[in-house]
């Protein structure tokens, strides 16, 4: 029984070595990160940065964080952030965010409220640390802003893994539930579709980020389902993406576009002096169906719904 007893003190001892000597690490490499992208220009302010969860747990708080990119167009604010790491297996950690954050942007502050809201990542257990997976997911999340409009997404869940199509490919998945903006009320949008960049996502590839990052060189959209009201819009196409500027198509297929028009005219995000031009070219284009087939044409840093310009196309980078 003596002997016994002393097997357990012993590796009593040896574990909370193990685990002093991980949660020095796990700090030690918080702060490095903190002052490197300080370096790099980032305001980065906290009150406390702390590591706990003896004997089973690495949890790492930041308290009082504040965080503003070199440029400063935007500033983030947020009481903490918390991430979680099992000790015997520190490879996956799960972040977690306030009920409560804000985001300072040009002209406005959006204020971000949720029941949960938290993230997972994995990397392999091994010394590449090849990048295995990211999820994301948020329940009863409100974005209001100092500029009278607001968002409400009842259920959110997002997720990249690697995937089969290439080992610098990632499959995304999106899923928005009960979606509010303002008094439009949209019941679910899902997005499936694979990005791929110019290299894989491992440990050397992150370290080089700074002067030889990793971007995206193709999206494939596999399938976008939006659904608010008798509207149903889908859509699906390739995309190349050469120095963050897309080229390619995505077929746009709306049901009930006439609705879909008048909303985008009310809302300004089509040109109102044209909704008359739009329903006529789309009233041509469906056949008189109420169901439309619109490709959207990415060509020279623009976009077009067919022969109607649009404007600039969205970078990626």
């Known amino acids: 029984m003596r002997r016994l007893t002393i097997i357990v003190v012993v590796l009593a001892a040896v ?53 503003a990119p070199p440029t400063g167009n935007w500033r983030y604010r947020a009481p903490f952030v918390q991430s979680f790491a099992l000790s015997y297996a520190p490879n996956e950690v799960i972040a977690v ?12 502050e959006l204020t971000i409220t949720a029941d949960k809201l938290r ?7 091994s010394t590449d640390l090849t990048y295995q997976g990211f999820t994301a997911e948020g329940d009863q999340i409100r974005i209001a802003s100092t500029l009278n ?3 409400d997404v009842v259920r959110l869940l997002a ?30 949008l899902t997005a499936d579709a694979v990005l791929t960049f110019d290299k894989p996502l491992n440990r050397a590839t992150f370290a080089a980020m700074e002067t030889d990052p990793v971007v995206p060189t193709m999206l494939s959209v596999n399938d976008i389902t939006l659904k608010w009201d008798d509207v149903l819009l889908r859509a699906k196409g390739d995309l190349d993406v050469i120095a963050g500027v897309p080229a390619g ?16 005219t009310r809302s300004g995000v089509l040109d109102p002096n044209l909704g008359d031009t739009y329903r006529n070219v789309a009233a041509l284009l469906s056949g008189g169906s109420d169901t439309l087939d619109v490709p959207l044409i990415f060509r020279d840093g623009f976009v077009s719904a067919g022969p109607l310009p649009l404007g600039p196309a969205p970078r990626f980078y």
């Open 97 to 108: 965010l306030p009920d409560t954050q804000t985001l300072d942007l040009p002209g406005q």
């Open 249 to 264: 198509r995505i077929t746009l297929t709306i049901a009930n576009w006439e609705q879909v028009i008048a909303t985008l």
């Open 119 to 125: 993230a997972s990542t994995k990397v392999a257990a």
């Open 15 to 67: 574990y909370s070595g193990y685990w002093a000597v991980g949660s020095r690490s796990v700090s030690n490499g918080a702060q490095n990160a903190i002052a490197q992208m300080q370096d790099q220009g980032w305001q980065i302010d906290l009150s406390e940065l702390s590591t706990k969860g003896y004997p089973s747990r690495f949890d790492t708080t930041l308290t009082d964080l504040t965080l």
């Open 149 to 151: 409009w607001s968002l």
């Open 159 to 188: 997720a990249m893994r690697p995937s089969a199509s290439g080992e610098t490919s990632y499959d995304l998945y999106a899923e928005l539930r009960e979606v509010t903006l303002d008094t439009t009320p949209i019941e679910f």
